[in-house]
């Protein structure tokens, strides 16, 4: 297939060469100090679910809004300590420690809750930025109908732009990135919105106020 | 567009104007007129040359078009009754010359161009005063003429000055007639889909006219209703204005 | 050739295929206007992505060759296919090797293209799309009628006919949630069987060698990430030339698209699972599809036409798709886009009456967060297709060509170019026109199909404005 590779390369060389556009000036929206209020109002727009937390509060409003919710299965990076800090008292925590092919069974069927880190928050969109890896992998925020995800209020970024340039991703980026904006959705029986169509039917966002 | 008000423009009546509502033609400089503006109809203008390039028959459009560049030789604005044959001579003269020795002339006469109800508006800043009867109306505005000349408001806001009518908006106001040139017996059936519905939607505002400042328009849209058995009719704008201003 | 024209009174005489786009697009159309209300920001916003596309336009050879250096580099096995039938042969092939006999599918246009699926099958694979759109249309056995809403010519009570009847253990509801939790629970198996994945791209980032995916339901996610294999199949334009040409271009594209800020998952693949790593494809392949398009990007003018990035609000906002449905363009991209790329792609002999299809609006040309001049070029392929020299851009240029059509334009343009001519034939239209019968005028008669006669005017305004001074002195 070289052969074709060849071709097409040949046949858009041979095309006559157009201007290069220069790229016009273009400011995303930034928030000042509205951007928390922002992501809140964004996120909500659209199904997600916002709670304001700090350290020292957030393992147990967690625990309470796994107990609403009837969660006796949730699965989270062991990191989180949340085995230590629920002392029993909330649902078993499943450590993703395996590959997929292991846990595929326990992820599609039995695990109703997923719990991650979001690495930043974008305010303009009301997005989650998560870089899955070994401890918090991909599927962790996509089979669970329930993902509650961590965001420290300090990575909120007023837009995408900014905050990729502030981490400079083009540096270096993971196997895989998502920008997560609420629940699994669907619109397409007559524009009728459904979620959890094939991912969480809920979000909850954990926003760690004081980091 | 001109600081000051010029003394003398050029009308182009265009080829539908011309055969088919010569009252239009005659209404639109009659307006200008009376504005104190000397009025010039060359009579060697013919048609934009639209119809040949939307057709694709660019060399054909071309000849046409020099045609025109040739009919109105003074540095005069030209103003026309139509948003379609002006953006046709806005938008496309440059294009269709483009690489050619005529294309800075075809860019000189683009800048002279006017929609009609535009150069009442915002170069002669006309005041009408309104003398007949109360009356209830409706506006289509041209494809073209919103999304080639920007001609959007300023028929409205002509119409607003007329102290005895009433505008009445309708809905899908922006929405094509189907009229469309030669797309009219090209797709016959999906043509009068469309200009059925924008019949509807016009008789909806209940009014007994449809004032628009395109003929090509007009054509369809009142045809429709003629056949239709529609209520109501239509008319150019410039003869709208001209019978209320003279009551 | 004349196809389009055939099928079209089809559709417009289906009042509940009318209504349900009619619905759907007005819908559509409000909710896009709901997010560019700020004029500024909109001309800004769409001046840099309209700029982020040229570019790579542009600059396409270097940038394919920076893009397959960057995804080998990481690890992604990059494939070239000049023809569809040469895709599907390289998706086959990589599929044989895996030995995978199931294949789960998120939504590609690119491989409704290809026919991936009927091919597979044909090779005894098995392939199920996965987008709940894709998934419907899948099971009533029909191609998509829209490329962002496959299923958008289809109302509730027939997909619920559709799922009583196809998804066992589910009666008859219209209740959406009951339906989608339906699908849910049939194609979650078919995910965790599947052997490979295969989804289509958004963007691809040249600069970093990424894939991006945007989607709202997960099951593009799912089909990237949980089978062992994951295959993508992308047309060579797809491109990004940077990383930061991503903020503007996923602006424009949900917003243009639903009126949505953002979709639920912007999914951004730059490795196979990586050592240590607990999830993901272990393998991933792309297969760059040229199929015309190296043929489009040949001609300075046309080549804008890949600079689309399959919003599909041209055809939200077009007068004649929302009257006649996707199905009525038989190929796979419908509306105004569908209209500019079908005939480069196919050729204008085989739907050379497409560019006609069009009013020229320029609905679509107002809404198009890159710019395309669609109506411009909708006018160029008229010209080429009736262009009689040879070295016309276009499959198929010329083919439409009818002699008596080209010497009437010609007698025309003489009329409307001598001025003599012009007065002689407007004068005698004027006083005779209104006579000549209409069944001797085939386009007369078919005007009058529904409207009434148009009239001559007794004098013309020539005429007239000579009679009242205004001519030249």
Known sequence: MSEARANILARLRAARRGAVPDRPDWTPPAYGPDRLARFRAMLEAVHGEVIEVTSATWTERLRTLLAERGVTTAMAAPDLGLDAAWAGRGPEVVAYDRPVEAMKDRLVHDIQAGITRARAGIAETGTLVLWPDAAEPRLLSLLPPLHVALLRLGTLADNLSALMAEQNWAAGLPTNLLLISGPSKTADIEQTLAYGVHGPKELVVLVLTDL | MPADRPRT????????????????????????????????????????????????????????ALRQMRAFPEDWPIVVPSGSCAGMMKTHYPDLFDGRPQHDQARAFAARVFELTDFLVNVL???????????????????????????????????????????????????CCGFGGTFSVRQPEISAAMVADKVAALEETRTARVVSGDCGCLMNITGAMARSGSPMGGQHIAEFLLERIDG | MGDFTARAPKALNDPTLRRNFRRAMDGLMAKRALQFQDRDAWDALRARGAAAKARVVARLPELLEQLEARLTANGIRVHWAETTAQANAIVLDILRQAGARTVIKGKSMVSEEMELNHHLEAHGIAAIESDLGEYIIQLAGEAPS????????????????????????????????????????????????????ISGVNFAVAETGTLVLVENEGNGRLSTTLPPLHIAVMGIEKLAERLDDLPALLALLPRSATGQPITTYVNMISHPRRDGERDGPKAVHVVLLDSGRSRVHADPELRDTLRCIRCGACMNHCPVYSRVGGHTYKFVYPGPIGKILTPQLEGLDCAGDQPHASTLCNACVEVCPVRIPIADILVRLRAESIDPSGSAAVKGAGSMRK???????????????????????????????NLIPAAALPPLSTWMRVRSRPVFAPKTLHELAREKGYGNE
């Open chain 3, 146 to 197: 829209h490329i962002v809403m496959p299923c958008i010519h289809k109302n509730k009570a027939e997909i619920a006919a559709l799922f009583a009847e196809n998804i066992e253990g589910l009666g008859y509801t219209e209740d959406v949630d009951e339906l989608t939790a339906a699908a849910r629970r049939a194609l979650r198996g078919r995910f965790a069987e599947a052997d490979a994945g």
């Open chain 2, 125 to 175: 800043d006309v005041r009408l005063d309104d003398r007949g009867p109360p009356l209830a109306v409706t506006w289509h505005g041209s494809c073209h003429s919103m999304r080639e000349m920007g001609v959007v408001d300023q028929p409205k806001a002509l119409l607003r000055q007329l102290a005895n009518v009433t505008l009445v908006e309708n809905p899908r106001e922006k929405e």
């Open chain 3, 403 to 433: 002699s008596l059509e080209s010497l009437t334009w010609k007698g025309w343009a003489l009329m409307h170019s001598v001025p003599l001519l012009h007065r002689l034939g407007t004068w005698a239209l004027s006083r005779l026109g």
């Open chain 2, 9 to 64: 423009v050029y009308f182009f009546g265009t080829c539908v104007i011309d055969l088919f509502y010569p009252g239009a033609g005659l209404a639109g400089m009659e307006l200008l007129k009376r504005q104190g503006v000397r009025v010039v109809f060359p009579p060697e203008q013919s048609c934009c040359g639209q119809p040949a390039r939307n057709s694709g028959y660019f060399d054909e459009a071309r000849a046409v």
